[in-house]
């Protein structure tokens, strides 16, 4: 079992920046590939980013050039670095762990951008 325990939302003006954080628990972190995603009100859960325990990152188009993860294996803690965020990613981000068939989802940070 991985316990996903995610922070860092909030509201933030268009433009402003956010960096959300996802500490899992356990031993295994740096051979997990994680990723974060996002649903919005009346959407589908989708993915916004995804890096491998080697480091291999993959964006969604919506996030490239603007958002950047990254992680620290030492803390067991994967980030999400958003830049010039848009009304439009107002959602519910979900910190996401895998290895081959484990899954395990965070409880989700609200990320709002409202003037």
């Known amino acids: 079992q991985v316990l996903l325990v995610e922070s860092g939302g909030g509201l933030v003006q268009p433009g402003g920046s956010l960096r959300l954080s996802c500490a899992a628990s356990?031993?295994?972190?740096?051979?997990?590939?994680m990723a974060w995603y996002r649903q919005a009100p009346g959407k589908q859960r989708e993915l916004v980013a995804a890096?491998?325990?080697?480091?291999?990152?993959n964006y969604a188009d919506s996030a490239q050039g603007r958002f950047t993860i990254s992680r620290e294996n030492a803390k067991n803690t994967v980030y999400l670095q958003m830049n010039n965020l848009k009304p439009e990613d107002t959602a519910v981000y979900y910190c996401?762990?895998?290895?081959?068939?484990?899954?395990?989802w965070g409880q989700g940070t609200q990320v709002t951008v409202s003037s």
């Open positions: 996401f762990s895998r290895l081959v068939k484990e899954t395990y």
């Open positions: 890096i491998t325990s080697g480091g291999i990152t």
């Open positions: 356990g031993s295994m972190f740096s051979i997990y590939v």
